[in-house]
């Protein structure tokens, strides 16, 4: 048993002094974490960003041979996404990039064709020259400058963003101390951040997700980094709590008269804080592990929504009896952008304002009274949704007029805050072995996510447990706030002082 209990000691100590002030930091940049969120260019920005969709006489080539040409480049570029000569579903745009009206079209697994809506040509890379022009298009007061062509720095570590690389950095030499970055794939404004966002995110997001660690060198190293640095903090913690009940003496007192041994004050700091802290340091750095998805658990085989089925129709074989001027000419606000949506076999468009509101436009109606509505009926979205998971049947089907536990907002700095969720929203369930829910946006016709049981189980263990994100309480400010900012400081003396322990440990050894 005295061999046991010293083994106890000695592990938790090594692991304290490798990994106390990487907790440490953990808490400290997740505070930062909690009001300055890595940079990034929301939807609503780049709506309000972009000019107006004004189309000249000459515009634009119809959609179906934008998705024809869109092809024809594709084929010619090997993909490493690509598993198959079969390209998925698509997603077409109309834009203003520049000076000139293109179609952007995204086939599933592969990086965007910006197609000339005029002249039919593809344009695979933008300049930066063209970039400067993007620059300015975004804010009109300013003199940007491109200062480099990057292939990922410490703010464009994001996975999303490879499709756009190499990028361009432009300053925009305003007060601020904007930077953006453009795309040389599209020509457009994938990200933007301040002087304030990139300073306090050397505090926060880049220390708290290891982002220096996302180089050419240990790239490939990182999540696993990442991964059993968690494991082993975790296991810290736990044998932390373990030594700090064995060490308590709960009916009697030491001769020091305290429930504690410890007499040096950092140890008995470290006591303390330990148990009042140690079950929200392991929940927060178990919950950190969860958010890697670590050895894929959260990953499940199984069937998944089939787009094309929902769509009922593909885009050459739609009506467009209506052309895109016609339908901009019905719009009731300027439109900064046109999106094709298919749905139950018919074809829309989609058009955006500058705050990110929606109208859609049967593209299928005649020319003097289209068909215009605000959002698709309740009933043509269920009719289609049996069709996602062919073979399966709908359980439930909910009309959500409020947000609950799996669909609800976060602030747009947040990691998925950018994401705008609307009300109301169709959610249908399925009776698959996943039991898959699928979210369904009545604004624009398009299935804004699926979930199924192990994506939930994350939610819980990830979401839930690291940021408290029930919409009760979360919503609950400054009680959400004060709650966090005072566990995380705990959490934050527990660490410290186990570095200082640590550090006057190797001192001695030394």
């Known amino acids: ?55 000249t006489k000459d515009c634009c080539i119809s959609p179906a041979r934008a998705l024809v040409i869109a092809r024809q480049e594709v084929v010619k570029e090997p993909s490493p996404l690509r598993k198959s000569n079969r390209l998925g579903n698509s997603e077409i745009k109309l834009l203003t990039i520049g000076q000139s009206i293109f179609w952007l079209v995204t086939l599933n697994g592969e990086k965007p064709i910006a197609v000339d809506a005029t002249t039919g040509q593809a344009k695979k890379i933008f300049d930066a020259r063209h970039a400067v022009a993007a620059a300015k298009q975004f804010s009109p007061l300013t003199k940007p400058v491109v200062v480099e062509e990057v292939q990922q720095d410490i703010f464009t570590v994001s996975r999303a963003l490879d499709i756009h690389r190499p990028l361009y950095r432009a300053l925009l030499n305003d007060p601020q101390g904007t930077e953006l970055y453009i795309s040389s794939r599209t020509g457009e404004v994938v990200r933007d951040s301040t002087r304030f966002e990139r300073g306090w995110n050397y505090l926060g997001s880049v220390l708290h997700w290891f982002y220096p660690l996302k180089g050419e060198l240990f790239n490939k190293w990182r999540s696993d980094i990442i991964i059993y640095t968690s494991l082993s903090g975790t296991l810290l913690a736990i044998l932390g709590i373990w030594i700090g009940f064995l060490r308590w003496r709960f009916k009697t007192k030491f001769v020091n008269g305290s429930h504690t041994p410890y007499r040096e004050q950092w140890m008995r700091w470290h006591h303390l804080t330990g148990l009042v802290f140690g079950l929200i340091t392991v929940t927060w750095i178990f919950s950190g592990l969860m958010s890697m998805n670590p050895w894929k658990i959260f990953s499940t085989q199984g069937k998944k929504p089939d787009l094309h089925a929902f769509e009922g129709i593909s885009i050459h074989d739609a009506n467009f009896t209506l ?90 700095h947040t990691m998925t805050g950018h994401i705008e969720r609307r009300l109301p929203i169709l959610r249908i369930e399925f009776n698959d072995p996943n039991h898959t829910w699928v979210h369904i946006d009545p604004y624009t016709g398009a299935v804004f996510n699926h979930i199924d049981d192990s994506r939930r189980t994350s939610r819980w263990l990830f979401n839930f447990l690291h940021s408290w994100d029930i919409p009760q309480f979360i919503n609950n400010r400054p009680l959400w706030d004060i709650t966090l900012i005072m566990l995380s400081i705990g959490g934050f003396i527990l660490c410290l002082s186990g570095t200082i322990i640590a550090w006057r440990r190797l001192r001695r050894l030394a």
Request: proline share 6%.
């Open 1 to 55: 048993m005295k061999l046991g209990k010293r083994s106890l000691f000695i592990v938790h100590r090594w692991l304290g002094i490798l990994l106390c002030l990487l907790m440490g930091m953990w808490f400290l940049s997740g505070v930062v974490m909690m009001y300055v969120g890595y940079p990034k260019l929301t939807p609503h920005e780049r709506l309000a960003h972009l000019p107006a969709l004004v189309l």
């Open 323 to 412: 052309t895109p001027q016609e339908a901009l000419s019905k719009a009731d606000f300027i439109p900064r952008e046109l999106n094709i949506r298919l749905l139950n076999g018919r074809a829309y468009y989609v058009l955006y304002s500058s705050n990110g509101g929606t109208q859609v436009i049967a593209a299928d109606e005649g020319k003097t009274s289209p068909a215009s509505f605000d959002m698709f009926s309740k009933q043509a979205l269920i009719e289609a949704a049996p069709r996602l998971l062919d073979g399966y049947k709908v359980t439930r089907i909910t009309w959500l007029e409020d947000y609950d536990n799996y669909y609800y907002v976060r602030k747009p």
